[in-house]
Every structure is written in structure tokens, then in C-alpha cells.
């Protein structure tokens, strides 16, 4: 399996440092990547910085290779914004098709309705498909925004946030689906998520980042402890197992007030 890796990556606005020596030698293909940190750490920076939409020093490499071009963003990546852009007047449907058709990999020339039918059915959202987009509502839009990352068949997908505006059904039915899917295409897909339980059950490895910097790396059950809660956090806090064996964060007390 190809990955992604990062190397002495310095991203910054103006004068600003936000991403300050950044190496992730291993992103994997094939698992999900879960990026936390509290606000402000440069979560959603680093995500722009890999899309080709932040200018960085330092190497981001895939499968070996250089991911950026001299040209703009590399189009085997997929980003979906925190905050997506302003509704158009376009049916979902419509809207997941333009997508497909705005990249040369996608579902290929020969794709069709049935397609993208197909995955807005996986998604949950196959009924609104002739629905325009100014008509949905936040989760909703979301969804399709998923939909249309989805369809352009991307070697590397980053989401920021995609759960803020989904309820618990459509987070838990997300989360499963981006596992399947990373699985069965091969992906690099790498998620901003702020709820560290959802981390914990859903995602295959953690990067955590504190103030710009990588603080730590590996697998949730690993990376996910007291001492990271309270070092980056500020809380004190427990990982125990409820009674199905699944770990769960418990915060008790704050070590440090918000800053």
C-alpha cells in the first residue's frame, strides 16, 4: 500500500508559524486517519497545506513522490472544507456529476446516473437526489459534499469536520461508510475530528497536534491516553472500556482553564 508522508513541514500566514517542523513519515492507504488537537493547533491548516491550498515549506510526498505540482493542487486529492461553500442552484444529483466530471480519474468517461445513484444510496441520501442544493439543510449539504468527494475516485480524501453538522445516526453511518470505502479503494484519507470517542471506534490511527507541532502518532488505543488528555487538553481525564470492550475518554476535571 502507497502513503502519504510529510516531511519538515512549515506552513505559515504572513509572519505567522502555525505548523512549525512537522514529519508524519507513514499515513497509510487503506485506514482512516484521524487528525485531533484542540483549537487552534492547526488541524485545519495542515489539511489546506496538503491540498495544495496553503503554501508550505518542506516535502509532502505520496507513494514516494512529490503530491504538490508547480501548477496548483494535485488532482489526486479530494478536500472537503469545514465550511462548505454557498448552496448553488444545482439538484444534488447535478451537483455530484459536475464533480465526477471535474477530474480526469472519477468514475471514468464512461460513468454513469446509475453511479453516482448508487452512491448517494450507500450515503444515505438517494432520495434527495433531485432536490436542489439550496433547498437542504446544513447535515444535508454536508452529505453531498462527501458525495462529491467521494465520486472523483481520489488517491488521497481529506475531510474537515465533515460530522459537525450530521446527528449521531448519519456521524456513526459516515464514519462506517469512510472506513469502507478507504478500504476498498486504497485511500489516504484523513479526518479533523474534535470527538475523541468517535477516534477512538472509528479510525485506524491518530495524529495529534498541539500548537502546530505533532505531539503524537500511532494507533488510537496507543496515542489516545491520561497523559495526552491532560498535555494536550488540558483535562483530566480517563480511557476505559464500557461494557461492549469498546475505549471511551471520561473527563473528570480541567488541569488547565481554556486558553
Do not use: W
Request: aromatic share 2%; with cysteine; hydrophobic share 45%.
Amino acid at each position: 500500500m502507497p502513503s502519504l508522508s510529510l516531511h519538515q513541514l512549515h506552513v505559515r500566514y504572513g509572519r505567522r508559524e502555525v505548523i512549525h517542523d512537522l514529519n508524519a513519515p507513514r499515513i497509510e492507504a487503506g485506514k482512516v486517519t484521524a487528525l485531533l488537537g484542540p483549537n487552534g493547533s492547526g488541524k485545519s491548516t495542515l489539511l489546506k497545506a496538503v491540498a495544495g491550498l496553503a503554501s508550505a515549506d518542506g516535502r509532502i510526498e505520496f507513494d514516494g513522490h512529490a503530491l504538490r505540482r508547480q501548477n496548483g493542487p494535485s488532482r489526486q486529492v479530494a478536500y472537503l472544507p469545514q465550511t462548505l461553500p454557498p448552496a448553488v442552484r444545482l439538484r444534488v444529483l447535478e451537483s455530484v456529476l459536475v464533480a465526477r466530471q471535474a477530474t480526469a480519474t472519477g468514475l471514468g468517461q464512461s460513468g454513469r446516473e446509475q453511479d453516482v445513484l448508487a452512491l448517494l444510496e450507500r450515503l444515505g441520501i438517494a432520495h434527495l437526489a433531485l432536490c436542489f442544493l439550496d433547498q437542504l439543510s446544513g447535515g444535508q449539504r454536508q452529505l453531498v459534499g462527501i458525495a462529491q468527494a467521494l465520486v472523483r475516485e481520489p488517491a488521497i480524501l481529506l475531510l474537515d469536520e465533515p460530522l459537525s453538522a450530521l446527528d449521531l445516526n448519519h456521524q456513526f453511518h459516515v464514519m462506517e461508510l469512510l472506513r469502507q470505502e478507504t478500504r476498498r479503494r486504497g485511500m489516504v484519507t484523513v479526518v479533523v475530528l474534535h470527538d475523541i470517542n468517535v477516534a477512538l471506534r472509528h479510525t485506524d490511527h491518530v495524529l495529534v497536534l498541539q500548537a502546530g507541532r505533532l505531539v503524537a502518532d500511532g494507533v488510537p488505543a496507543a496515542v489516545v491516553t491520561p497523559a495526552i488528555l491532560a498535555e494536550v487538553y488540558g483535562v483530566q481525564g480517563r480511557v476505559e472500556a464500557c461494557s461492549h470492550g469498546q475505549a471511551m475518554v471520561m473527563v473528570d476535571g480541567l488541569v488547565a482553564a481554556p486558553v
